[in-house]
């Protein structure tokens, strides 16, 4: 399961169709009206989004997480992971047999891209650099996991170890902002 945020519908479904007709997701949940708080480049934000969860295959996060990043209005996209414990087996297997195990395909992004939503925080500069990239090879270790100790299936494609919460807090803070 991934979940991303957006700043409205419209980019929100571009993302979900976007991932849906590349079958990098099976299914993709939007969840309108939602407030994210979050500390950035000094000050504390808060901000109406959207929840995007996502229904995928464990084998294919960095792509999945690439594709957003790529397709995402926000400089910094939040793109976070967990691992589905248990569920419906007929779901399950639905989400395996509709995202194949991998893709010798590259996804070119979604055209046209989005134009930013607001202006960079006061006191900060169009041209300041920006945070790494959750999808950044530094992190992307903390997407997927070799491990498998749960109650699902170890031949299953999902994997059932989580991030720990360090690196999760990691991410969160490298949260994004829109360019302006």
């Known amino acids: 399961m991934v979940f991303a945020t957006a700043p409205d519908d419209q980019s929100a479904k571009k993302i979900a169709r976007g991932l849906v007709a590349n079958k990098l997701a099976a299914c993709v949940t ?6 994210s708080i979050y500390a950035w480049e000094g000050e504390v934000i808060e901000d109406p989004e959207v929840l995007l969860m996502m229904k995928t295959r464990t084998s294919r996060l960095d792509e999945l997480t690439q594709f957003v990043v790529d397709n995402h209005p926000y400089r910094v996209a939040e793109v976070i992971s967990t691992s589905i414990l248990h569920g419906n087996q007929l779901y399950l297997d ?34 300041s650099p920006s945070p790494p990239s959750p999808s950044s090879p530094s992190s992307s ?5 070799s491990s498998t100790s749960s109650s699902y299936s170890s031949s299953s494609s999902f994997s059932s170890s989580s991030p720990s919460p360090s690196s999760v807090m990691n991410i969160l803070s490298q949260r994004r902002r829109r360019l302006g």
């Open 141 to 145: 270790s903390t997407y997927s996991s």
């Open 30 to 35: 939007i969840v309108p009206r939602i407030t």
């Open 94 to 127: 639905w989400i395996s047999e509709t995202v194949p195990t991998q893709s010798a395909m590259t996804f070119p992004p979604l055209a046209p891209p989005l134009p930013p939503l607001l202006s960079p925080p006061v006191g900060s500069s169009p041209s």
